[in-house]
């Protein structure tokens, strides 16, 4: 009986990726931990672009692969494990999208032009098809219904400082959850970001531009004020204030998005 279990856990290990139960971020990881510095005590990071181009081999490998993944593959996995999968690749082809100028580019926004950004180009290929960033994004992530989950919001990164910070972890399906609560506290933790005054919340337009994703019950929640209202110790303000957030009774605004390239210093 031995020998037939470890027969069988060998020929899982000689499967191909794409036929597992989920996907191996392995790839992906290590670039990220490699080639990604944490800063400001944990609350922001910052892509060392350089050093990223140096294995540009390992991330197109990375790319190739999860192109591979049938639909029909992907759609038999867990919820967690798709959005992994998701969130990866838009962070990675995010990536390889900016080594394809650097260093000779300041924003993600000096790529393409007006009516052809570096978002609305068909830079992957998933399922069989080229795909552009804000279909993977708007599309799948947002659009397919399945997820409902706000705090993605937290995870995908647009390579810009006022980006929440791209997380030097790939993110994994059986861990997603956690990894998808710490990025959101630790983008609330940021003063530049988000930060309350003289009665007044001042949040990252990604608030203003996603509101509706806060809307939808999520945790029972049905609004961005509620959303804050969750997080009082990373935002730094105190029940009074969580509890007027939760009645709407505080004026919210929302601050200038800084597009630089999160580049190391």
């Keep these: 009986m031995h020998h037939i279990l470890r027969t069988f856990a060998c020929m899982l290990l ?10 191996d971020h392995s790839a992906w990881d290590g670039l990220l931990k490699e080639h990604v ?13 350089s050093g990223m181009a140096a294995d540009r081999v390992i991330l197109k490998a990375y790319l190739d692969e999860v192109a591979m993944v049938p639909r029909s593959t992907f759609d038999s996995w867990s919820s967690a494990a798709q ?13 390889d999208v900016i080594l394809e100028e650097y260093p000779d580019i300041d ?36 659009g397919w219904g399945r997820y409902q989950e706000p705090r993605i919001h937290f995870a995908v990164n ?45 949040i990252s337009s990604i608030f203003d531009w996603y509101e509706e994703d806060f809307e ?23 029940m009074s204030v969580a509890n007027q957030l939760r009645a709407d009774n505080i004026r ?14």
């Design 37 to 49: 510095r944490v800063i400001g005590g944990g609350i922001a990071t910052q892509v060392d672009y």
């Design 14 to 23: 000689l499967l191909p990726v794409h036929a597992q139960a989920d996907f």
């Design 216 to 238: 939808q019950g999520w945790g029972g929640i049905d609004s961005v004020a509620e959303f804050l209202a969750e997080y009082v110790a990373e935002l730094e303000v105190d």
């Design 83 to 95: 959005l992994a999968l998701l969130i990866n690749v838009y962070n990675a082809c995010t990536v």
């Design 107 to 142: 924003s993600i926004r000096d790529i393409g032009f007006f009516l052809s950004s570096a978002w609305n180009q068909k830079f992957a290929s998933l399922f069989g098809e080229q795909v552009t960033l804000d279909e993977i994004e708007h599309d799948m992530i947002r």
């Design 252 to 265: 919210i605004r929302h601050l200038k998005y800084d597009w630089s390239l999160n580049d190391t210093q």
């Design 158 to 202: 647009c390579a810009a400082i006022g980006c929440p910070a791209l997380r030097a972890e790939a993110y994994a399906g059986d861990k997603l959850g956690a990894q998808l609560e710490d990025s959101t506290k630790r983008f609330l933790s940021d003063r530049s970001r988000n930060y309350y005054d003289n009665g007044r919340m001042y």
